[in-house]
T-cell receptor, first 113, second 115 residues
Framework: GENVEQHPSTLSVQEGDSAVIKCTYSDSASNYFPWYKQELGKGPQLIIDIRSNVGEKKDQRIAVTLNKTAKHFSLHITETQPEDSAVYFCAAFRTGTASKLTFGTGTRLQVTL | IAGITQAPTSQILAAGRRMTLRCTQDMRHNAMYWYRQDLGLGLRLIHYSNTAGTTGKGEVPDGYSVSRANTDDFPLTLASAVPSQTSVYFC??????????????FGSGTRLTVV
């Protein structure tokens, strides 16, 4: 089955700096890669996703890149703000009725003033 | 109701007791999932259901059971709780008929402590 590794497990940046979280996946047939943000006491929320036919996607201060050859994808947050502090999860998915998302182990991002 | 509702939000349960965690969605999603979240281990799939009337085992199904009598509800039952089942439980749903390429919607979670 699919295996997703996520690094780093914790990340501390100063407000205004950029943050990068990296994930690798094992199943070359995976074709959908969402990112979730989980704030304290809440469930994960989808913040951005990318499909395998796209190399990069951007939404305001967040962007995701995908390298299918190397089987890794990354989340980039620019101009970080305190409200970006949360746990971020990457996930991988392969189209098919029996498929389910496989999650990374999460990155705790702390944005300091 | 908007999205997924989980109940209760938290529970302290004596070991050996039976407990059902409730999950209801109003998005008419065909697929539903139960995950447990433990520190350092991320989200691990317990059970899932691709459509009403069918269920399947995930990564960590032992000690848990589910049923899917209709589209909206997907309860998770712990037949005889043990301390290792102390965790935060999340229910999620997706519309996999569209290829599943639209991510999952998660509930707010149930924090369960087994003592």
């Amino acid at each position: 089955g699919e295996n997703v590794e996520q690094h780093p497990s914790t990340l501390s940046v100063q407000e205004g700096d950029s943050a990068v979280i990296k994930c690798t996946y094992s199943d070359s047939a995976s074709n959908y890669f969402p990112w979730y943000k989980q704030e304290l006491g809440k469930g994960p929320q989808l913040i951005i996703d990318i499909r395998s036919n796209v190399g990069e996607k951007k939404d305001q201060r967040i962007a995701v890149t995908l390298n299918k050859t190397a089987k890794h994808f990354s989340l980039h947050i620019t101009e970080t703000q305190p409200e970006d502090s949360a746990v971020y999860f990457c996930a991988a998915f392969r189209t098919g009725t029996a498929s389910k998302l496989t999650f990374g182990t999460g990155t705790r991002l702390q944005v300091t003033l | 109701i908007a999205g997924i509702t989980q109940a209760p939000t938290s529970q302290i349960l004596a070991a050996g007791r039976r407990m059902t965690l409730r999950c209801t969605q109003d998005m008419r999603h065909n697929a539903m999932y139960w995950y447990r979240q433990d520190l350092g281990l991320g989200l691990r799939l317990i059970h899932y259901s691709n459509t009403a009337g069918t269920t399947g085992k995930g990564e960590v199904p032992d000690g848990y059971s589910v049923s899917r009598a209709n589209t909206d509800d997907f309860p998770l039952t712990l037949a005889s709780a043990v301390p290792s089942q102390t965790s935060v439980y999340f229910c999620a749903s997706s519309d996999s008929r569209r290829g599943g390429l639209y991510g999952y919607t998660f509930g707010s979670g149930t924090r369960l402590t087994v003592v």
